[in-house]
């Protein structure tokens, strides 16, 4: 089993207070101090725009970085706002009610980001360097997918090649996210110029940089305005300045900084298609009030099997909500997990896309041959939501993981045949 290191940070907690762990004032920032509703009534009317058109969510994102909610992660040391992994859940789950593309790109975002504040706050100075960057207006996006690599972060089909100064990449990202906007790009690559031990590098490749295309690749079922186009690398030299990290190939690689890029990601994906699946309930509940039918004398909301699907919504979601929110604050106050953090992690983020799928699914059945039409905006819930699915980890990777956890058994341990 490979050893995860224990990860101790200092409580914050959504509702402000004092931190146990740090005896000092939590940040004072809410949802709405950052977010204003009118803002998000913004987002809201441009939704179907950017869905309809294929296009960024440039007027979103341009309001996001002028409130500051791009630094909301970074230390206030540092000019940010300080908010810990459980408290950007927070606010990312409300943006995702809103707007959940607009939601899911600034997530890719955001993360890198929560990750160096966490080491940072943990005395690990190495990303210092990404949180003034980050206060400077820097904007960071994921690089990890790739086709044909069902194992992202801890293996890669990408080639990272030692050179003097630094690593050269090779190879096809996809999902990045954030596209015509990023300024350095978080990458993953493998180097096997020692076969029996393979490594893992982590870089982020300036904007600037030479040996990388970008190929307009996004035409998709849901989650549009993210523009999460491909990015070619061919022989793109990263120097030793923006090199994160090396580690091993595998579980066995799985260090506080890998460990972070679960929680932080996965743990955004779970919290922005929770906000997604309530806004269908929503949406399922005002349908159900207001559509009448001829076999009743009161509205769709006394169909008893009507109430029964709202029911099973609503209990789905009861479930994810406490869930997700337990795993976020674990991880903010450094509750140790060790070895199960990655299963926690991982499982929290399975349960609430499938449940959320599940809500939303069932809304249509609700909702009726109204919300088919792109007008109702019912059907874009519906795309959106089974992309939560596929996102890492999916549910193959993520049974592994419990499930080898469970056992005993080694991340990286394989079976045995005949």
Known sequence: MATIPE?????????????????????????????TDEMLSRFESRVATYDRENRFFDQDFEELRAAKYLVLPVPKE???????LAEMCCQQRRLAYYAPATALAVNMHLYWIGIAADLWRRGDTSLEWMLRDAAAGEIFAAGHAESGNDIPVLLSTSKAERVEGGYRFTGRKQFGSLTPVWTRFGLHGMDTSDPEHPKIVHAFMPRDNRGYIIKETWDVLGMRATRSDDTVLENAFIPDRYVARVVPAGGAGIDAFVLSIFAWALMGFANIYYGLARRALDKSIASAKSKGSLALTRTMA????VQHAIAQMVIDLESIGPHIERVAEDWSNGVDHGAEWPMKIFAAKYCAVEGSWRVVDTGLDIVGGQGIFRSAGYERLLRDARLGRIHPANSFLTHEVVGKTALGIGLDEQPRWG
């Open 7 to 35: 990860v101790s940070l200092p409580k914050l907690s959504c509702d402000g207070g004092e931190s146990t762990a740090t005896g000092q004032p939590a940040n004072q920032l809410s949802p709405e101090s950052v977010l």
């Open 78 to 84: 540092f000019g940010g706002g300080g908010l810990s």
């Open 302 to 305: 006394y169909h008893p099997e």
